[in-house]
């Protein structure tokens, strides 16, 4: 397999697919096409008419949606266990995922990822009330299935790599949440595969203006 993915510090869709990946050690070459450079649709079109990232190709396969890719990983190489085995609790987890997906159009446009900085930024009604909306949605999920493991739905899940991201911004910005969601968020930011993706957005060379924003804080 062939993961094609955008700068690993502000590149929130790509950490979602390489996470699921990575998490589940499966073997995938990584191709990293820095974003919003002068060629850089150009070289995305060499692997999707969609210019965006990430895409999967598997053999003849291309797959060009992070949530698409998470299922299709999930279906073909880890017996669907990146999903909850119950059928209902599938369908809670789908929707937590196809929220994020479609959803908090506030947070990601006024608080873009950023995994090496700590900025200090002032979070307007909006944000704030999607900030509240995710901060439940871990409550909940955390709440009910407590006994079953550390993640949303117990064990590691498509759902987890989907708010992995929301987690970096929450501590780039220093988001304030409830107790349990900041339980939650040092439980995902400590995962392997998430340490991983972090280590190495620390170490990249680039910098958009667009994303690095608010006042910067020494950490």
């Not at 690993?8 to 096409?33: C, D, G, P």
Request: charged content about 25%; proline content about 3%; some cysteine.
């Amino acid at each position: 397999m062939q993961l094609i993915i955008g700068n690993k510090n502000y590149s929130s869709w790509s950490m979602r697919a390489w996470v699921l990946l990575t998490h589940y050690s499966l073997q995938f070459e990584e191709i990293r096409i820095p974003l919003f450079t002068t060629d850089y649709k150009q070289e995305l079109l060499k692997f999707s008419a969609a210019a965006k990232v990430p895409v999967l190709i598997d053999d003849q396969l291309t797959i060009w949606d992070s949530l698409a890719i998470c299922e299709y990983i999930s279906q073909k190489y880890l017996a669907n266990r990146a999903l909850p085995e119950a059928i209902d609790e599938r369908a809670i987890c789908r929707s937590y995922c196809a929220e994020m997906h479609s959803g908090f159009m506030a947070i990601r446009n006024k608080l873009p990822m950023n995994c090496r900085a700590r900025r200090a930024l002032a979070l307007d009604t909006d944000v704030q009330a999607e900030v509240q909306r995710i901060d439940a949605l871990w409550s909940e999920a955390r709440v009910r299935f407590a006994g079953r493991g550390d993640y949303l739905f117990g064990d590691f899940s498509i759902a987890d790599c989907m708010y992995a991201p929301m987690a970096m911004r929450f501590l780039t910005y220093g988001v304030k949440i409830s107790t349990i969601g900041q339980q939650y968020q040092e439980i995902l930011l400590k995962n392997p595969a998430i340490r991983q993706w972090w280590t190495e957005a620390e170490a990249e060379v680039e910098r958009l203006a667009e994303f690095e924003i608010g006042v910067e804080i020494n950490h």
